[in-house]
């Protein structure tokens, strides 16, 4: 997979960083071609140890050795970082930058750098902590066709990618996959609550759970059929299913839904303008 490598430099070494190398190494990216800096020790100490990657206390010295910046700071840091680089290290415009902060929308880094930097915005949700991510990306228009293909197989390595027209859907991708599996644990518990409730200990209510949770996703993936007719599948006309998802279907599950969703794109557009 690593047939495009180049020297990729990660600034902040905090938990998506990790999992994104963790990763990208995993899948045979050559770790010689990863560097990383963080302000304090002990992460670099671990990714030195583990992988034997290159590491810096100092941003500058990380940025200016990178083919492709991706910045990994808090959203809050990231203004102080990104000047400090535009002001220390030269050619920026020359490399490509990737930034995963949630919220920060792209005008900020043209604000930090200048509107000439090579720029896609990513934001990936949490399961790729654990390889299952989704991440949606958005590229602007100093960016080539070899970048956008570079940031796909990076991205690719710890879930899948989804392109974005704009950054307007980068804030429904989050209000989706983003959010989505803080959804996903509240409709679980609900359902494990409801087994406890007819007698069975939390830990089994749980496995129960959590084994279709990942069984139901698993075939889906592996199904090219619709959402719909898989639950028709698995629906028995009078049978029990058939009871049960009436109950759902009752409650407006899609109703429901669709105003959840409303309510995160909302408060992301909020967030976005604290920036
Ligand atoms: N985690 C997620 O699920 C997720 C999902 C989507 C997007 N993101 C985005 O990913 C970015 C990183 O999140 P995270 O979860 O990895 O954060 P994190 O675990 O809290 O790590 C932040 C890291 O940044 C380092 N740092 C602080 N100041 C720095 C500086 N001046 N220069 C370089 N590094 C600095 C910290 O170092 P010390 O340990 O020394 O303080 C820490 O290692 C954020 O912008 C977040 O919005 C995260």
């Avoid at 290159?54 to 809050?76: C, G, M, R």
Wanted: proline fraction near 3%; glycine fraction near 8%; include cysteine.
């Amino acid at each position: 997979m690593s047939n495009n490598t180049r020297t990729i430099g990660f600034i902040g070494a905090g938990n998506m960083p990790q999992s994104i190398l963790g990763g990208m190494i995993k899948g045979g990216y050559p770790a010689s071609s990863i560097i990383v800096s963080n302000p304090s020790r002990p992460k670099l100490d671990m990714l030195e140890e583990k992988y034997g990657l290159f590491t810096s206390q100092d941003n500058h010295e990380i940025a200016a050795k990178s083919d492709v910046i991706v910045l990994s700071v808090k959203p809050q840091l990231m203004r102080d970082v990104c000047e400090d680089l535009q002001k220390h290290v030269p050619d920026l415009d020359k490399k490509l930058i990737i930034t995963i902060a949630a919220g920060l929308r792209m005008e900020s880094y043209y604000e930090y750098f200048s509107e000439n930097i090579a720029l896609v915005r990513v934001m990936p949700n949490t399961p790729s902590l654990v390889g299952e991510g989704v991440s949606g990306l958005v590229a602007d228009s100093n960016t080539t066709e070899a970048d956008r293909d570079f940031v796909t197989q990076v991205f690719d390595y710890v879930g899948i990618t989804i392109w974005l027209q704009d950054e307007d859907a980068i804030d429904v991708l989050g209000a989706v996959a983003g959010s989505g599996p803080a959804y996903f644990f509240e409709f679980m518990h609900s359902l494990q609550r409801a087994a406890e409730d007819l007698g069975f200990n939390s830990e089994q209510a749980r496995a129960m759970v959590q084994q279709t949770c990942l069984g139901a996703a698993k075939m889906a993936s592996e199904s090219e059929l619709s959402l719909v007719d898989l639950r028709k599948q698995v629906t028995s006309k009078g049978g029990s299913t058939a009871k049960g998802v009436e109950v759902y279907q009752q409650a407006e599950l899609n109703d429901i839904s669709k105003r959840a969703v409303a309510a995160a794109v909302a408060r992301n557009q909020e967030m976005a303008k604290l920036f």
